[in-house]
Protein backbone atom coordinates (compact mmCIF):
# COMPACT_ATOMS: atom_id res chain seq x y z
CA UNK A 1 0.00 0.00 0.00
CA UNK A 2 1.50 3.44 -1.05
CA UNK A 3 2.00 5.91 1.87
CA UNK A 4 1.17 9.26 0.03
CA UNK A 5 -1.12 11.60 1.72
CA UNK A 6 -2.69 14.35 0.91
CA UNK A 7 -4.40 17.61 3.31
CA UNK A 8 -6.96 18.71 3.50
CA UNK A 9 -9.25 16.33 2.06
CA UNK A 10 -11.88 18.91 1.21
CA UNK A 11 -11.53 22.39 1.24
CA UNK A 12 -14.15 25.30 0.43
CA UNK A 13 -12.45 29.13 0.28
CA UNK A 14 -13.44 32.33 -0.93
CA UNK A 15 -12.22 34.02 -3.81
CA UNK A 16 -9.00 35.63 -3.65
CA UNK A 17 -7.58 33.76 -0.40
CA UNK A 18 -4.47 32.29 -1.13
CA UNK A 19 -3.93 28.71 -0.39
CA UNK A 20 -1.65 25.46 -0.16
CA UNK A 21 -2.08 22.16 -0.53
CA UNK A 22 0.20 19.71 0.97
CA UNK A 23 1.57 16.65 -0.32
CA UNK A 24 3.76 14.08 1.44
CA UNK A 25 5.62 10.60 1.03
CA UNK A 26 6.83 8.14 2.97
CA UNK A 27 8.16 6.02 0.02
CA UNK A 28 11.59 7.95 -0.19
CA UNK A 29 10.43 8.46 -3.81
CA UNK A 30 12.27 10.96 -6.20
CA UNK A 31 9.57 11.61 -8.34
CA UNK A 32 6.59 13.47 -7.35
CA UNK A 33 3.69 14.65 -9.43
CA UNK A 34 0.10 17.24 -9.53
CA UNK A 35 -2.99 16.18 -11.41
CA UNK A 36 -5.41 18.40 -11.87
CA UNK A 37 -9.22 16.12 -12.71
CA UNK A 38 -12.89 17.51 -13.33
CA UNK A 39 -15.56 15.37 -12.33
CA UNK A 40 -15.81 12.68 -14.84
CA UNK A 41 -13.19 14.14 -17.19
CA UNK A 42 -9.56 13.16 -17.46
CA UNK A 43 -6.71 13.40 -15.30
CA UNK A 44 -4.43 16.77 -16.22
CA UNK A 45 -0.84 17.24 -15.32
CA UNK A 46 0.07 20.38 -14.09
CA UNK A 47 3.29 20.60 -12.06
CA UNK A 48 6.13 17.29 -11.66
CA UNK A 49 9.01 17.56 -9.79
CA UNK A 50 12.20 14.84 -10.30
CA UNK A 51 14.05 15.65 -7.18
CA UNK A 52 14.70 18.12 -4.15
CA UNK A 53 14.43 21.56 -6.14
CA UNK A 54 13.19 20.33 -9.84
CA UNK A 55 10.29 21.51 -10.50
CA UNK A 56 8.37 21.34 -14.36
CA UNK A 57 5.28 22.83 -15.48
CA UNK A 58 3.11 19.72 -16.74
CA UNK A 59 0.78 19.53 -19.77
CA UNK A 60 -2.11 21.64 -18.47
CA UNK A 61 -1.33 25.12 -17.92
CA UNK A 62 -2.00 26.54 -14.75
CA UNK A 63 -1.61 29.12 -12.09
CA UNK A 64 -0.55 26.90 -9.52
CA UNK A 65 3.12 27.22 -8.23
CA UNK A 66 5.00 24.28 -6.73
CA UNK A 67 7.62 23.71 -4.62
CA UNK A 68 10.25 20.87 -3.69
CA UNK A 69 12.60 21.57 -0.65
CA UNK A 70 12.17 18.23 0.82
CA UNK A 71 12.12 14.83 -1.42
CA UNK A 72 8.70 13.90 0.85
CA UNK A 73 7.10 17.27 0.37
CA UNK A 74 5.92 18.65 -2.52
CA UNK A 75 2.69 21.15 -1.98
CA UNK A 76 0.87 23.36 -4.48
CA UNK A 77 -0.09 26.74 -3.95
CA UNK A 78 -2.57 29.35 -5.48
CA UNK A 79 -2.02 32.93 -4.56
CA UNK A 80 -5.29 33.81 -5.76
CA UNK A 81 -7.65 31.15 -5.60
CA UNK A 82 -10.85 31.65 -8.13
CA UNK A 83 -13.84 29.93 -8.82
CA UNK A 84 -12.29 28.09 -12.15
CA UNK A 85 -10.00 26.22 -9.68
CA UNK A 86 -12.50 24.48 -8.57
CA UNK A 87 -11.41 20.75 -9.27
CA UNK A 88 -9.91 17.90 -7.62
CA UNK A 89 -6.14 17.75 -7.03
CA UNK A 90 -4.26 14.39 -7.08
CA UNK A 91 -0.80 14.11 -5.96
CA UNK A 92 1.76 11.20 -6.88
CA UNK A 93 4.93 10.10 -6.69
CA UNK A 94 7.10 7.20 -8.28
CA UNK A 95 10.59 6.00 -7.79
CA UNK A 96 13.39 7.38 -9.56
CA UNK A 97 15.04 4.73 -11.63
CA UNK A 98 13.54 2.98 -15.07
CA UNK A 99 10.61 4.34 -16.42
CA UNK A 100 8.66 1.31 -15.66
CA UNK A 101 7.44 2.43 -12.76
CA UNK A 102 3.61 3.14 -11.80
CA UNK A 103 2.39 6.08 -10.26
CA UNK A 104 1.10 5.94 -6.34
CA UNK A 105 -1.64 8.37 -5.98
CA UNK A 106 -2.83 10.22 -2.32
CA UNK A 107 -6.56 10.28 -1.84
CA UNK A 108 -6.93 13.74 -3.25
CA UNK A 109 -7.79 17.14 -2.50
CA UNK A 110 -11.40 18.37 -3.70
CA UNK A 111 -11.41 22.46 -3.89
CA UNK A 112 -14.24 24.78 -4.01
CA UNK A 113 -13.81 28.10 -4.34
CA UNK A 114 -16.80 29.99 -4.42
CA UNK B 1 1.47 15.13 -29.06
CA UNK B 2 0.84 12.29 -27.10
CA UNK B 3 -2.50 10.44 -27.82
CA UNK B 4 -4.02 8.21 -25.23
CA UNK B 5 -7.24 6.94 -26.57
CA UNK B 6 -10.03 4.83 -24.96
CA UNK B 7 -13.82 4.79 -25.47
CA UNK B 8 -15.39 6.90 -22.75
CA UNK B 9 -18.83 3.94 -22.17
CA UNK B 10 -20.18 3.24 -19.84
CA UNK B 11 -19.38 -0.50 -20.88
CA UNK B 12 -22.45 -2.79 -19.39
CA UNK B 13 -21.92 -6.23 -18.75
CA UNK B 14 -23.84 -9.03 -16.35
CA UNK B 15 -22.16 -10.17 -13.26
CA UNK B 16 -19.59 -12.90 -14.22
CA UNK B 17 -18.79 -11.87 -17.72
CA UNK B 18 -15.71 -10.81 -19.11
CA UNK B 19 -15.66 -6.71 -19.70
CA UNK B 20 -13.61 -5.92 -22.14
CA UNK B 21 -11.53 -2.49 -21.97
CA UNK B 22 -9.68 -1.32 -24.90
CA UNK B 23 -6.68 1.57 -25.08
CA UNK B 24 -4.60 2.86 -28.10
CA UNK B 25 -1.71 4.98 -28.14
CA UNK B 26 -0.07 7.09 -30.55
CA UNK B 27 3.56 6.99 -29.60
CA UNK B 28 5.42 4.21 -31.02
CA UNK B 29 8.05 5.05 -28.23
CA UNK B 30 5.45 4.10 -25.57
CA UNK B 31 7.77 0.94 -23.52
CA UNK B 32 5.30 0.69 -20.17
CA UNK B 33 1.50 0.69 -19.62
CA UNK B 34 -0.52 1.09 -16.78
CA UNK B 35 -4.08 0.53 -16.36
CA UNK B 36 -6.03 2.37 -13.03
CA UNK B 37 -9.35 2.24 -11.49
CA UNK B 38 -10.92 5.02 -10.58
CA UNK B 39 -14.16 4.66 -8.44
CA UNK B 40 -16.16 8.18 -8.45
CA UNK B 41 -14.71 10.50 -6.00
CA UNK B 42 -12.17 9.00 -5.11
CA UNK B 43 -8.32 8.71 -6.80
CA UNK B 44 -7.00 6.40 -9.17
CA UNK B 45 -5.67 2.86 -7.80
CA UNK B 46 -2.99 0.73 -10.13
CA UNK B 47 -4.72 -2.22 -11.31
CA UNK B 48 -1.95 -4.17 -13.74
CA UNK B 49 0.82 -2.96 -15.61
CA UNK B 50 2.72 -4.43 -18.65
CA UNK B 51 6.25 -4.23 -20.55
CA UNK B 52 6.19 -6.54 -22.83
CA UNK B 53 4.25 -8.02 -25.55
CA UNK B 54 1.80 -10.20 -25.18
CA UNK B 55 -0.85 -11.30 -21.90
CA UNK B 56 -0.24 -10.63 -18.32
CA UNK B 57 -2.80 -12.34 -15.37
CA UNK B 58 -3.63 -11.52 -12.15
CA UNK B 59 -6.16 -13.44 -10.42
CA UNK B 60 -9.06 -11.82 -12.21
CA UNK B 61 -7.71 -9.70 -14.52
CA UNK B 62 -6.11 -10.22 -17.77
CA UNK B 63 -3.37 -7.54 -19.61
CA UNK B 64 -3.03 -7.83 -23.10
CA UNK B 65 -0.32 -5.97 -25.00
CA UNK B 66 0.26 -5.39 -28.67
CA UNK B 67 3.09 -2.69 -29.44
CA UNK B 68 2.74 -3.20 -33.54
CA UNK B 69 -0.46 -2.56 -33.25
CA UNK B 70 -0.35 0.54 -30.86
CA UNK B 71 -2.78 -1.50 -28.56
CA UNK B 72 -3.32 -2.48 -25.21
CA UNK B 73 -6.33 -3.87 -23.43
CA UNK B 74 -7.85 -5.30 -20.24
CA UNK B 75 -10.04 -8.18 -19.94
CA UNK B 76 -11.89 -8.47 -16.34
CA UNK B 77 -13.33 -12.00 -15.94
CA UNK B 78 -16.06 -13.08 -13.72
CA UNK B 79 -17.07 -9.19 -13.52
CA UNK B 80 -18.68 -8.56 -10.08
CA UNK B 81 -21.05 -5.02 -9.13
CA UNK B 82 -17.94 -4.02 -6.90
CA UNK B 83 -15.65 -3.91 -10.09
CA UNK B 84 -18.22 -1.08 -11.19
CA UNK B 85 -15.65 2.15 -11.60
CA UNK B 86 -14.02 4.22 -14.34
CA UNK B 87 -10.90 2.31 -16.14
CA UNK B 88 -8.08 4.57 -17.34
CA UNK B 89 -5.22 3.81 -19.28
CA UNK B 90 -1.85 5.02 -18.72
CA UNK B 91 1.06 5.21 -20.79
CA UNK B 92 5.10 6.10 -20.71
CA UNK B 93 7.56 6.36 -23.35
CA UNK B 94 10.86 6.16 -21.67
CA UNK B 95 11.59 8.32 -18.83
CA UNK B 96 8.62 10.93 -19.73
CA UNK B 97 5.57 11.45 -17.53
CA UNK B 98 2.41 9.26 -17.80
CA UNK B 99 -0.52 10.15 -20.03
CA UNK B 100 -3.62 9.42 -19.11
CA UNK B 101 -6.70 8.72 -21.58
CA UNK B 102 -10.49 10.04 -20.39
CA UNK B 103 -11.32 6.59 -19.03
CA UNK B 104 -13.67 3.87 -19.89
CA UNK B 105 -17.02 3.64 -17.67
CA UNK B 106 -17.77 -0.01 -16.91
CA UNK B 107 -21.20 -0.96 -15.14
CA UNK B 108 -21.59 -4.43 -14.16
CA UNK B 109 -25.32 -5.42 -13.32
CA UNK B 110 -26.26 -8.01 -10.83
Known amino acids: EADIYQTPRYLVIGTGKKITLECSQT?????MYWYQQDPGMELHLIHYSYGVNSTEKGDLSSESTVSRIRTEHFPLTLESARPSHTSQYLC?????????????FGNGTRLTVT | QKEVEQNSGPLSVPEGAIASLNCTYS??????FFWYRQYSGKSPELIMF????GDKEDGRFTAQLNKASQYVSLLIRDSQPSDSATYLCAVRAGYSTLTFGKGTMLLVSP
Open chain 2, 27 to 32: DRGSQS
Open chain 2, 50 to 53: IYSN
Open chain 1, 92 to 104: ASSPRGTGLSPLH
Open chain 1, 27 to 31: MGHDK
